[in-house]
């Protein structure tokens, strides 16, 4: 630790000797929440998880059976990450020994903690002393929103570990004048998370807000040295564009129909307060509270009263408050999923640090301040840790849906936000003996969902993990990543007069979709229902359907039909 450094934890912590040997105690503290956080987190994915894979994890580990340079929705590194996770567990011999789930998980539980370290690093660069960067930490592990997504193998794991350390050496630009390699560390970081999350480009956005209406930044944001480090974070974009130009540009179709903005989309003026009440919700309510009171009374204090630390302030506010206005702006023309504004979240975290550490206040002030981070706190660890658990919920959930009409099968689901991550082993094991029995002549049957998500849950849970396909941008849905793999849709040829194994709804012969089924798929039949329970308590409900010979679907004529 360095001499001013030193000087700053001692004017927070005490005085002399005392104050930093408190300081130390804070920067061992430090590490360990981050050690504890990664071992809870390594036990829970891989011995105490109840949870099966997400829809999302399962379409990712298909796409990492299928690597390529870029895919429909997203860009690779995700795919990259879970194949590796895959061959390193195989290379360490501890596939065998753990759930498979797990070994798809891992990875995000250590990208959790390359975060933490992220986050640490950042505080201590723009001045916060070690008890201020420990307050961090545990704003973080007290947004729910983020120990979910610490053993969640989406795209958030190495998006927002990507955000934070290209925030880590921005802010090194800005503090330090050796600032080359810091700009060449960025710019890669940059790239890399481009591949992770098409979010990343926002960071673009923050420089040149902050070039523009910074003058403190100005002067280390706008050199050649940062304009070429630009450049090559773009490059992130290169394998994007070379599949999107082989593939009618889909993503980028893709993209702005979420963004709302690919056809006259109306203007909602509900929707930001759609997209607040789901920030509250997932984000902690006392945190997001505290930030939204930071950004609109523009309170992004100083640390240390430093010019050149709080270069480095300024940029993480700037940042946060981009990022944020950003996703506000867009739930006016689109549905904001609530994940999407997490990098404001987690740079705001250090705001809020920043802000509870101030020293300027009279004792009655900080009590009340010192109240509201206990309380913001406990109640986001309270609910984390409910969250891993809401199986141990189902009795209370079955009550609140008692009251449900009889034609809802899975009223209590309704309750759980972890419903859809549920059962899908259980699924996979009677498709897996539907398969065994539909198998005619040597020809085993065709795997069909009507969503992208089942049909990637059904790959990854039915035994033997078969290659499954889905049609649902053929039943009046979205294209998927399953419409640019071989599929019955289009290579009809190969897949014509196999027996057929479908999971899905089949509605009425009147409507569009029960007819397309029923001339694709001849007789089809329902034999088998899966429920998932707990207890008494129904959670997930599924028809699996079977057909003798599969007979074709045809794509719509127009590509005005197509949903993307």
Same mark, same amino acid.
């Given at each position: 630790?360095?001499?001013?450094?030193?000087?700053?934890?001692?004017?927070?912590?005490?005085?002399?000797?005392?104050?930093?040997?408190?300081?130390?105690?804070?920067?061992?503290?430090?590490?360990?929440?981050?050690?504890?956080?990664?071992?809870?987190?390594?036990?829970?994915?891989?011995?105490?998880?109840?949870?099966?894979?997400?829809?999302?994890?399962?379409?990712?580990?298909?796409?990492?059976?299928?690597?390529?340079?870029?895919?429909?929705?997203?860009?690779?590194?995700?795919?990259?990450?879970?194949?590796?996770?895959?061959?390193?567990?195989?290379?360490?011999?501890?596939?065998?020994?753990?759930?498979? =789930?797990?070994?798809?998980?891992?990875?995000?539980?250590?990208?959790?903690?390359?975060?933490? #370290? /992220? &986050?640490? $690093? !950042?505080? @201590?660069?723009?001045?916060?002393?070690?008890?201020?960067?420990?307050?961090?930490?545990?704003?973080?592990?007290?947004?729910?929103?983020?120990?979910?997504?610490?053993?969640?193998?989406?795209?958030?794991?190495?998006?927002?570990?990507?955000?934070?350390?290209?925030?880590?050496?921005?802010?090194?630009?800005?503090?330090?004048?050796?600032?080359?390699?810091?700009?060449?560390?960025?710019?890669?970081?940059? =790239?890399?998370?481009?591949?992770?999350?098409?979010?990343?480009?926002?960071?673009?956005?923050? #420089? /040149? &807000?902050? $070039? !523009?209406? @910074?003058?403190?930044?100005?002067?280390?944001?706008?050199?050649?040295?940062?304009?070429?480090?630009?450049?090559?974070?773009?490059?992130?974009?290169?394998?994007?564009?070379?599949?999107?130009?082989?593939?009618?540009?889909?993503?980028?179709?893709?993209?702005?129909?979420?963004?709302?903005?690919?056809?006259?989309?109306?203007?909602?003026?509900?929707?930001?307060?759609?997209?607040?009440?789901?920030?509250?919700?997932?984000?902690?309510?006392?945190?997001?509270?505290?930030?939204?009171?930071?950004?609109?009374?523009?309170?992004?204090?100083?640390?240390?009263?430093?010019?050149?630390?709080?270069?480095?302030?300024?940029?993480?506010?700037?940042?946060?408050?981009?990022?944020?206005?950003?996703?506000?702006?867009?739930?006016?023309?689109?549905?904001?999923?609530?994940?999407?504004?997490?990098?404001?979240?987690?740079?705001?975290?250090?705001?809020?640090?920043?802000?509870?550490?101030?020293?300027?206040?009279?004792?009655?002030?900080?009590?009340?301040?010192?109240?509201?981070?206990?309380?913001?706190?406990?109640?986001?660890?309270?609910?984390?840790?409910?969250?891993?658990?809401?199986?141990?919920?189902?009795?209370?959930?079955?009550?609140?849906?008692?009251?449900?009409?009889?034609?809802?099968?899975?009223?209590?689901?309704?309750?759980?936000?972890?419903?859809?991550?549920?059962?899908?082993?259980?699924?996979?094991?009677?498709?897996?003996?539907?398969?065994?029995?539909?198998?005619?002549?040597?020809?085993?049957?065709?795997?069909?969902?009507?969503?992208?998500?089942?049909?990637?849950?059904?790959?990854?849970?039915?035994?033997?993990?078969?290659?499954?396909?889905?049609?649902?941008?053929?039943?009046?849905?979205?294209?998927?990543?399953?419409?640019?793999?071989?599929?019955?849709?289009?290579?009809?040829?190969?897949?014509?007069?196999?027996?057929?194994?479908?999971?899905?709804?089949?509605?009425?012969?009147?409507?569009?979709?029960?007819?397309?089924?029923?001339?694709?798929?001849?007789?089809?039949?329902?034999?088998?229902?899966?429920?998932?329970?707990?207890?008494?308590?129904?959670?997930?409900?599924?028809?699996?359907?079977?057909?003798?010979?599969?007979?074709?679907?045809?794509?719509?004529?127009?590509?005005?039909?197509?949903?993307?």
């Amino acid at each position: 630790m360095d001499a001013p450094q030193q000087a700053a934890d001692s004017a927070v912590l005490g005085v002399g000797t005392s104050g930093v040997a408190s300081a130390t105690r804070y920067m061992y503290a430090c590490f360990a929440v981050v050690l504890l956080g990664l071992v809870l987190n390594l036990l829970y994915v891989c011995y105490q998880c109840p949870l099966d894979l997400s829809g999302d994890e399962a379409h990712y580990w298909d796409w990492s059976r299928h690597l390529d340079v870029s895919y429909y929705s997203k860009g690779p590194l995700v795919a990259y990450i879970i194949a590796g996770g895959r061959w390193f567990a195989g290379a360490l011999g501890i596939s065998a020994s753990l759930d498979p =789930a797990a070994v798809v998980r891992l990875p995000a539980v250590l990208l959790a903690a390359l975060s933490s #370290i /992220g &986050v640490i $690093v !950042l505080c @201590r660069d723009i001045g916060l002393t070690w008890r201020g960067t420990l307050l961090a930490l545990l704003i973080c592990a007290s947004v729910p929103m983020f120990t979910v997504g610490a053993v969640l193998m989406t795209i958030d794991a190495p998006f927002l570990c990507a955000w934070i350390w290209a925030h880590v050496f921005i802010v090194k630009t800005l503090i330090d004048h050796r600032s080359m390699g810091y700009w060449v560390a960025a710019a890669i970081i940059v =790239a890399l998370g481009i591949l992770a999350k098409y979010t990343m480009v926002l960071i673009f956005a923050v #420089i /040149g &807000v902050g $070039v !523009l209406f @910074r003058s403190d930044l100005r002067k280390r944001l706008l050199t050649r040295t940062s304009i070429a480090a630009g450049l090559v974070g773009l490059a992130g974009l290169l394998p994007i564009v070379i599949w999107n130009s082989a593939h009618g540009w889909v993503s980028f179709r893709h993209v702005a129909g979420q963004a709302g903005v690919a056809q006259g989309s109306g203007f909602d003026l509900g929707g930001p307060i759609e997209f607040l009440a789901a920030q509250f919700g997932v984000s902690n309510p006392v945190w997001v509270a505290v930030l939204l009171t930071l950004l609109i009374w523009r309170k992004s204090p100083s640390v240390q009263g430093n010019n050149t630390t709080d270069r480095g302030t300024s940029f993480v506010a700037l940042s946060t408050t981009c990022v944020f206005v950003v996703f506000l702006g867009f739930s006016f023309i689109t549905k904001v999923q609530p994940n999407w504004p997490a990098p404001a979240i987690l740079t705001g975290a250090i705001l809020i640090a920043c802000w509870a550490m101030r020293n300027d206040r009279n004792r009655q002030t900080q009590r009340r301040v010192n109240r509201i981070v206990a309380i913001g706190i406990v109640l986001g660890l309270a609910v984390s840790g409910i969250g891993r658990r809401t199986d141990l919920l189902a009795p209370i959930c079955g009550r609140l849906a008692s009251g449900s009409p009889p034609w809802e099968l899975t009223p209590a689901a309704k309750y759980d936000p972890a419903a859809r991550l549920r059962g899908w082993h259980e699924l996979g094991a009677a498709i897996g003996d539907v398969m065994l029995e539909m198998e005619t002549n040597g020809k085993p049957p065709i795997l069909m969902a009507d969503h992208y998500q089942v049909a990637s849950e059904i790959a990854f849970y039915t035994p033997g993990q078969p290659d499954v396909y889905c049609i649902q941008s053929v039943l009046g849905d979205r294209l998927n990543q399953y419409d640019f793999w071989k599929n019955p849709i289009d290579n009809r040829s190969d897949f014509v007069g196999r027996p057929c194994v479908y999971v899905g709804t089949l509605p009425s012969e009147s409507s569009a979709k029960g007819e397309t089924l029923r001339a694709a798929m001849p007789g089809i039949r329902p034999v088998r229902t899966v429920e998932y329970r707990i207890g008494d308590i129904p959670f997930q409900v599924w028809t699996i359907f079977v057909a003798d010979a599969y007979e074709g679907i045809s794509r719509p004529a127009s590509t005005k039909e197509i949903s993307y």
